[in-house]
């Protein structure tokens, strides 16, 4: 027997490693979770595939949305990381819906923070919140870099702006981070915000640091990277413990760089409505980000525009689903 509840909508946020879908009944004009399940994103040949197996020939949909990694052209994907090929026209027909978008991650995790409440944000700034609707900045880093922006539109409503800003080129700032530019140039024929700001990017600066100032790894440290797969994690965790040094120091730069950038986001799009860092790295070095930290100190370094800047919310999204959420509300507009 098919299940259909009134304006039913499938959402998805699609990973290399991972691939989260949900199905949502719309209610009050805001995406409501009926169930959602994680996949092994290799596991499966294709998107329709994940999407049949999810749906269990139970549930019937009105449209569907998926928030992808990489641009979006004339309907298909060209994600860097998932080996799948997706196409909207493709999968409406597999799915039997009228429509189906995909989207860029960040602009599904855009659109996700409009629905986050006050539990799920960690405030870094307060700032002075604008009298009217104004631009949002969205900068996430993860796997990746994704920036994206959130704009408010006259008839109420909020148009999501999806970029690869994370692709552009590495502003060192200071003589540290110059040297870190150069030492990412001699393996890499373009360095950018990505190959520093991202979980690699943070094994990027700490071998930097490794081969700036010699020294010999603590045992126990080498037995974590051997062991762990995910070796940022490892950096990450020694220095929020206060276990190694120079740990310590790569997520001191890492965490720079990181609130530079955010404010460059912020002048791009003028984002006086409030800048949000999403992703999985942020709530985990927490602390780092928090009032009076080098995050902080980094996104009011811009000068004149100092100022300005200190007015902007800077919040950081503690709900690791927004992007499924997000990519559900664009389902939504759909309908």
């Known amino acids: 027997m098919t299940v259909r509840t009134k304006a039913a909508v499938l959402a998805g946020d699609i990973g290399g490693t991972k691939t989260h879908l949900g199905l949502f009944r719309a209610e009050g004009g805001a995406p409501v979770l009926l169930r959602d399940k994680l996949y092994a994103t290799r596991d499966f040949k294709t998107l329709e595939e994940v999407a049949h197996d999810f749906l269990s020939g139970a549930w019937a949909i009105d449209a569907a949305c998926f928030g992808v ?23 409406a027909r597999a799915l039997g819906v009228p429509g189906a978008r995909l989207i860029n991650d960040l602009e599904a995790t855009a659109y996700g923070m409009l629905h986050l409440q006050e539990t799920e944000m960690a405030v870094l700034q307060r700032g002075t919140p604008p009298a009217a609707r104004a631009a949002i900045a969205v900068i996430a880093a993860g796997t990746g870099l994704g920036e994206a922006g959130l704009v408010p539109l006259d008839d109420g409503r909020w148009r999501s702006v999806a970029s690869e800003g994370g692709h552009a080129d590495f502003a060192p700032r ?39 100032t010699p020294g010999a790894e603590p045992p126990w440290l080498a037995d974590e990277f051997a062991r762990a797969g995910d070796a940022a994690a490892v950096i990450s965790e020694a220095a929020m413990a206060g276990r190694d040094p120079r740990c310590g120091e790569a997520l001191r ?10 404010a460059n986001l912020a002048l791009k799009f003028m984002a006086l409505g409030g800048v949000y860092v999403g992703g999985g790295i942020a ?36 709900n690791q689903a927004a992007a499924l959420v997000g990519a559900a509300r664009c389902a939504m507009e759909m309908l």
Request: no cysteine.
């Open 69 to 91: 990694p990489g641009p979006i052209i004339d309907g298909v994907s060209h994600a860097t990381n998932v080996p799948w090929t997706m196409e909207e026209r493709a999968l």
């Open 174 to 212: 200071g003589r540290e981070q110059i040297e870190l530019l150069e030492f990412l140039g001699d393996e890499f024929d373009h360095v950018s915000f990505e190959r520093v700001l991202s979980g690699p990017g943070l094994i990027h600066i700490y071998k930097f640091l490794k081969a700036r």
């Open 253 to 262: 730069i890492f965490t720079d760089i990181y609130g530079a950038e955010a």
């Open 283 to 318: 709530p985990k070095i927490l602390p780092m980000l928090s009032a009076g930290g080098g995050f902080v100190r980094a996104f009011l370094a811009k000068g004149r525009l100092a100022k300005l800047l200190a007015r902007i919310p800077l919040r950081v999204s503690l």
